[in-house]
């Protein structure tokens, strides 16, 4: 399929030439059009420039962005490939320090929870918390690289928990609460962490969970585990004594120290900051190990050239502690912002739960999935109408291309003055190929722009750069949220295999994706889950935008069934309470499918399904499906929100014939 868009397509919405004209990026422009040349406010220029200047970008910015430590010289080290290269090689800073040094007026975080709780933290109370943790975990023992795990909930003490251990120079990873002792213990266990943190319990869709009896197991598993730490949420004091003796209360580790200057260690840029987990659903997670440079300066450049947060905005994103968005959301913190967090289901009690949040906290970035948004549009919330929604400037998607349909929901069920940014990325970088732009147009179904100093092409199977055809999505710059490689991977071997095995010299990403007219970027879902009928490839997302059109129609999965010597087509479809997959509605499926896209998207099977198997982060999982109907084991189901979804697809009558 080609790009069907032209250069005369009509934007759902440009930013007025105030609003330009005050954006951040606007400000870095006006601070770098001598050395970059660029004289107009023009993105895509911008953008040349930032690619083919990478040292003058990045010590630009890093003065912009006002980071804070030693930068040191040179800006770039070991250019000659991308896997090798080194940015601010002989740099040393602290990764809380330059979240905890740029208090605005405002508050630091602002908590709700599901049960009606809210809690507002001063950049006071938040620095404070930190030192007290700060000391404690010394006196334990722990210090630059050792690793620190979080089995917990959305709540402000795990941004605390994360600032005290990153501010000894050790390594922060987290895991939500929703995660089975066999997920936690499979990514944990690689780790070796020396504490845990945990909170008692968290709610969810009008249910209490505890989460002390998998905390207890974790400790008897992982023998690294000296202490766990119990952070409170449901009860003040919860009985702690099933935590293999190695239960204390926060509260208790917090009386025993008085507030002090925080005492930060400054580490290299390339030094260990967070560790991030694959989503594990082809065997044991891989390990992904973060920079604290890298990781500090691209959520800088992203945040305040991409997203134009700015000091005391109010920065919210829709998140667990599981998925890369929150590490993405507290680094916030460094732009002076508002955290707004919140824990628990965003159906809970109604569908207008966020948007109350995001009214009644003047929520200036409100970040969610779009399977949130694509689930509010079938439910029919329609903030516009009922909420005050004028502080709102930007909404962000991921976690999924967000459909046409999508944006057309946000312009008409949200606000109409709004920039809607559809974002994407990865866990495998931490951070944004392709997403917003304050200065630009938003386009219907498209990314607005690919990201400054991120040099995103789209690459055809023999490596050569195409526009207007869907391809690979590949990045032929080094950025600096690179990880460092994966955890015990001698020699870099696995990480080298993961991203630069396709091309040479090339990251390779694996989202099957088209660069339009507009400089925009459309995804059709990954390249792994691509379909193959008759040898034509077709992203899923093609069939998904379609068949989410239909009224009757929740949800869908699609995959490539092996059959007859070739591929075929094989949609599953979640159906509206009460609607029949009749004759009538697999020919109106099929007819949406062939009027608006290709007679080689139409499903040669259509099967109605109670459930559709998805990871903690809400991602479909099209590949698990595919091994089940081939009659495969999928070797990690610990990684799945619904495991037992996957038993819907086995041994199908209708797929023998």
């Known amino acids: 399929m080609g790009n069907q868009m032209s250069d005369t397509l009509q934007p759902l919405w440009a930013p007025s030439a105030e609003r330009m004209n005050a954006s951040l990026l606007a400000q870095f422009h006006l601070q770098t ?7 107009a406010l023009d993105y895509d220029q911008i953008w040349d420039w930032s690619v083919k200047s990478p040292e003058d970008f990045w010590d630009a910015l890093w003065d912009f962005c006002g980071v804070v430590g030693e930068k040191g010289a040179p800006i770039l080290g070991d250019t000659d490939t991308l896997i090798d290269t080194q940015f601010f090689p002989n740099a040393e800073l602290n990764f809380a320090e330059n979240l905890l040094s740029k208090a605005g007026d405002g508050p630091a975080i602002i908590f709700h929870g599901e049960d009606g709780t809210r809690k507002e933290w001063s950049w006071v109370d938040l620095s404070d918390t930190v030192s007290k943790l700060q000391q404690a975990l010394t006196d334990k023992g722990i210090k630059a690289g050792d690793r620190v795990a979080g089995f917990l909930p959305n709540l402000p003490e795990a941004v605390v928990a994360m600032l005290a251990v990153t501010s000894l120079g050790a390594v922060w990873s987290s895991c939500s609460p929703d995660f089975g002792l066999n997920g936690v213990k499979d990514r944990f266990g690689q780790i070796e962490p020396k504490i845990l943190f945990t909170a008692d319990a968290y709610h969810y869709n009008g249910k209490t969970h505890s989460c002390l009896e998998v905390a207890g197991q974790l400790a008897d598993a992982i023998p690294s585990i000296k202490d766990v730490i119990v952070i409170p949420y449901v009860e003040e004091r919860a009985d702690i004594s099933d935590l293999a003796g190695k239960g204390v209360h926060l509260k208790d580790v ?8 925080i005492e930060y260690t400054r580490v290299n840029f390339a030094a260990p900051l967070f560790i991030l987990f694959s989503s594990g659903t082809t065997g044991l997670p891989k390990c992904i190990v973060h920079s604290v440079g890298g990781s500090l300066i691209q959520h800088l450049k992203e945040h305040q050239m991409q997203c134009d947060i700015k000091p005391n905005d109010r920065f919210f994103y829709f998140t667990t502690c599981g998925w890369m968005m929150w590490n993405w959301l507290v680094s916030g913190l460094a732009s002076g912002a508002t955290l707004i967090l919140f824990d628990g289901s965003p159906f809970y009690p109604n569908g207008n739960r966020l948007a109350d949040i ?12 779009a399977k949130y948004i694509d689930a509010c549009a079938k439910s029919d919330v329609k903030p516009i109408a009922t909420h ?25 069920g949200w606000k109409s003055d709004v920039c809607l940014s559809s974002i994407a990325g990865g866990t495998d ?7 917003g732009s304050p200065i630009s147009p938003v386009y ?18 023999n490596g050569q750069a195409t526009n207007g055809e869907p391809g690979e999505l590949v990045c032929a710059s080094a950025h600096p949220s690179m990880p460092i490689g994966f955890w015990k991977d001698e020699n870099r071997a696995k990480y080298s295999a993961a991203y630069f095995e396709k091309f040479d010299n090339i990251w390779h990403h694996g989202d099957w994706v088209e660069l339009t007219d507009q400089k925009g970027m459309t995804f059709f879902g990954r390249s792994d889950a691509v379909l193959n009928p008759g040898g034509v490839r077709i992203g899923t997302a093609e069939i998904y935008r379609q068949v989410e059109r239909i009224e009757e129609v929740l949800e869908g999965l699609v995959i490539g069934q092996q059959w007859d010597n070739d591929v075929r087509v094989v949609l599953f479809v979640r159906l509206r309470e009460g609607v029949e997959l009749t004759d009538g509605l697999i020919k109106r499926i099929k007819s949406e499918i062939r009027q608006n896209a290709t007679p080689r998207h139409v499903p040669a099977k259509i099967v109605a399904v109670a459930d559709i ?32 979804a996957l038993e819907l697809y086995q041994d199908l009558d209708i797929l023998k014939s």
């Not at 995001?358 to 999935?369: I, R």
């Not at 970088?429 to 997403?435: E, P, Q, S």
């Not at 990314?447 to 690459?459: G, S, Y």
């Open 429 to 435: 970088i931490m951070a944004c190929f392709v997403g």
């Open 33 to 39: 059009s001598q050395t970059s040349g660029v004289e």
């Open 613 to 644: 198997p998805r990871t903690k982060s809400g991602k479909i999982t099209e590949l698990a499906v595919r091994d089940v109907v081939h009659g495969r084991v999928v070797k990690n189901t610990e990684a799945m929100a619904n495991p037992e």
């Open 444 to 461: 219907r179904g498209q990314c607005q722009k690919r990201h400054l100093a991120m040099n995103v092409q789209v690459f055809d199977e």
């Open 254 to 261: 917090l009386d025993a120290y008085a507030v002090r200057d």
């Open 358 to 369: 995001a009214a009644n906290e003047k929520v200036t970035h409100f970040g969610t999935s």
């Open 388 to 412: 005050d929604l004028s502080a709102l400037r930007t909404i962000m998607s991921t976690g999924s291309p967000l459909a046409p349909e999508g944006f057309d929901y946000i312009y008409n």
